[in-house]
């Protein structure tokens, strides 16, 4: 089973949520939904990028896709649809520490490294 965002990466899901509760408090019970699926297979070193599943997954609604807010001034993204509410997160870079890459490893999402590395 996918884990969620919440177990797999509490303290990105602590700065969703910080956020969304000062912001649009109505998507916080979305946010508990999210779970990982996987991870972006780029190869680039710096990216820590999951894959999200949601039961309000969608990439295009009506032809257009959803609309990413900067959550306050971190390195996330949330991808926010007008009628499906909150769809995605886009993790820019990873915590000076490491933190996502440790934790995507840890539940069994490793990097893929390019052949350049």
């Known amino acids: 089973m996918a884990p969620l965002l919440k177990k797999a990466l509490p303290r990105v899901y602590d700065e969703v949520a910080a956020h969304l509760v000062k912001h649009e408090p109505e998507l916080l019970t979305q946010l508990d939904a999210l779970s990982i699926v996987g991870r ?3 190869g680039s070193a710096g990216c820590v990028q999951p894959h999200f599943s949601s039961p309000r997954q969608v ?11 900067d959550v306050d ?3 996330i993204m949330m991808g926010i ?3 499906h509410g909150l769809v995605t997160l886009e993790i820019i870079e990873d915590y000076a ?16 490294v390019c ?3």
């Open 40 to 42: 972006c297979n780029c």
């Open 59 to 69: 990439h295009s609604v009506k032809g257009s896709p959803p609309v990413y807010y």
């Open 73 to 75: 001034d971190s390195h």
């Open 81 to 83: 649809s007008n009628t």
């Open 97 to 112: 520490d490491g933190y996502v890459q440790q934790k995507l490893e840890e539940f069994g999402f490793p990097r893929t």
């Open 115 to 117: 052949d350049d590395e």
